[in-house]
C-alpha cells in the first residue's frame, strides 16, 4: 500500500519509455516520420481496425472523423449530455449544431430510447450521431446503428475510455462493427499516454485517407494523386485540394506510443484487477455507495472508476467528501459536469434540462484508478471513504 498522494489517475512511464523517445529524438525525424506509420499500424491491429489515423489529440480526432463524414453547417450532432466538451465542440468546429440526448442515470450512457428521443427531438437536421463509451463501458451500439443506420446517419463512437473494452461479441472498442469511426487520446491520464495525441480508427479506407489529407492542411504531394498532371514534373509543386489544419502527431509522441502500446495488455489487466478489488471493498456499502454500473455482455476496461454515492440520504455534500478525502491523500474528481450546462452552449440553446444527466452526475465521483497503483490501495481510499462517509 502507497503512503503517498493518489490522484484519481496519471501515467505510467518506464525506462523503456524514456529510452524510446531518446531513440526518437535522436533520428531524422522529430514529426511525421517512420514511427507514425508503425504506431498506427500496430493501434489499429491491436483494436482489430484495418486503418489507424494518428493525429495530436482526441479533439483532433473527432474534428477530422466529423469533417469526413461530411458534417457541415446547418447539420446536427447528436451527443450526450454526459461527456468530456470535446465530443460536443468538435460539431462546432464543423459550424454544425450540437443536440444533446440524455443519457441512463446510472451508467451515464446514450442509449437507444434516448437517441430515439434526441431524434425526435432534432428532426430531419441530424447527419451523426456520437455515442461516447463512458468509463470504458460500451453503449448499446448494435441497437444505436439499428436506429440511426436506416436514418442514413454516421457514427462515430468516442472511445477516448475505452481502449482495450470489449463488446457483446468480444470485439474491441475501435473494431467500429456498427460505426463509421472511433475516437482515442492519448492525454496522459487515459489508458495509454503520449503526453498528447489521438487515434481514429476506421473500416473506411476513403475516409481514412481523407483524414491524413486534412490532419495536414489538406495537401497533397504525391504526383499520382495531383489534380494538376504536370505538377509530378516539378520538384516544388503541392496542391492543397481540401481545408485542413496542423493537426500532426510528432514522432515523439508516436514512439512513447508505441513503447506504451506493448504493454497495453497489462495496463488493462491491472485496471480490472484494481476495479474488481474496488467491487468487493463497496459493494457492502450499498445503496448509499455503489460501484460504477456495468452493461450486460461488456467487458470493459475501466478508465475512470465512477463510484455512485447518494450524498443526500449522507447529508454530506461532494465539496466536503472531496475535500476531506483529500486531506487523507486521496484524489477524486467528477466526470462530467453536463456540457448541456456550460456557459458556451447555455448562450447557444438555452437552459435544457435532462433528468437521466442530472440524476447521474448528481451521484458520480471517480475514485483513483491507474495501474501503478498498489494492490492495498483500493482498500486505502474506501477505508478513507468510509471514515469520512461514517459508514
Ligand atoms: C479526453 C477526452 C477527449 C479529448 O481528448 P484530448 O486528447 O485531450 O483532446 C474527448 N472525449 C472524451 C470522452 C475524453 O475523455
Known amino acids: 500500500m502507497s503512503d503517498g498522494y493518489l490522484p484519481y489517475g496519471r501515467q505510467s512511464i518506464d525506462q523503456d519509455d524514456i529510452d524510446a523517445v531518446t531513440r526518437a529524438l535522436q533520428s531524422d525525424y522529430l514529426t511525421t516520420g517512420p514511427e507514425i506509420s508503425a504506431f498506427e499500424a500496430e493501434f489499429?491491429?491491436?483494436?482489430?481496425?484495418?486503418?489507424?489515423?494518428?493525429?495530436?489529440?482526441?479533439?483532433?480526432?473527432?474534428?477530422?472523423?466529423y469533417d469526413g463524414l461530411g458534417l457541415r453547417p446547418g447539420d446536427a450532432v447528436i451527443v450526450p449530455a454526459v461527456t468530456f466538451l470535446a465530443t460536443a465542440n468538435a460539431a462546432r468546429f464543423c459550424g454544425a449544431d450540437v443536440v444533446f440526448c440524455d443519457v441512463d442515470p446510472e451508467t451515464g450512457l446514450m442509449t437507444p430510447d434516448t437517441l430515439r428521443e434526441a431524434l425526435a427531438r432534432a428532426q430531419d437536421r441530424v447527419r451523426l450521431v456520437a455515442p461516447v463509451h463512458l468509463g470504458g463501458v460500451m453503449c448499446a451500439m448494435e441497437d444505436i446503428a439499428g436506429l440511426a443506420r436506416p436514418l442514413g446517419l454516421a457514427i462515430v463512437e468516442d472511445s477516448c475510455h475505452a481502449l482495450a473494452s470489449l463488446d457483446e461479441a468480444g470485439q474491441p472498442a475501435g473494431a467500429c462493427p456498427n460505426s463509421d469511426a472511433a475516437t482515442f487520446s492519448f492525454h496522459p491520464v487515459k489508458t495509454l499516454a503520449c503526453g498528447e495525441g489521438g487515434m481514429v480508427t476506421t473500416r473506411d479506407a476513403a475516409l481514412a485517407e481523407r483524414m491524413r489529407l486534412t490532419r495536414s492542411h489538406g495537401m497533397v504531394r504525391d504526383g499520382a494523386r495531383l489534380e494538376r498532371a504536370a505538377g509530378a514534373q516539378e520538384p516544388w509543386w503541392y496542391e492543397m485540394q481540401a481545408l485542413g489544419w496542423n493537426y500532426r502527431m510528432p514522432d515523439i509522441n508516436a514512439a512513447l506510443g508505441r513503447s506504451q502500446l506493448t504493454k497495453l495488455s497489462r495496463f488493462a489487466q491491472r485496471r480490472r484487477d484494481l476495479s474488481s478489488r474496488y467491487d468487493a471493498l463497496l459493494t457492502p456499502l450499498s445503496p448509499h455507495v455503489q460501484p460504477p454500473a456495468g452493461r450486460p455482455g461488456i467487458d470493459a476496461c475501466r478508465h475512470l472508476y465512477n463510484v455512485r454515492i447518494d450524498f443526500e440520504a449522507l447529508d454530506v455534500t461532494r465539496t466536503e467528501l472531496m475535500r476531506a478525502l483529500s486531506q487523507q491523500g486521496v484524489g477524486t474528481q467528477v466526470h462530467y459536469i453536463p456540457v448541456s450546462d456550460q456557459p458556451y452552449y447555455k448562450a447557444l440553446y438555452g437552459e435544457q434540462r435532462f433528468e437521466g444527466a442530472d440524476r447521474y452526475y448528481a451521484r458520480t465521483l471517480s475514485l483513483p484508478l491507474y495501474p501503478a497503483m498498489d494492490d492495498g490501495d483500493p482498500e486505502r481510499v474506501v477505508t478513507a471513504l468510509k471514515a469520512v462517509l461514517g459508514l
Open 44 to 65: 489499429a491491429q491491436t483494436v482489430a481496425s484495418p486503418n489507424g489515423v494518428a493525429c495530436n489529440s482526441a479533439t483532433a480526432a473527432l474534428h477530422m472523423a
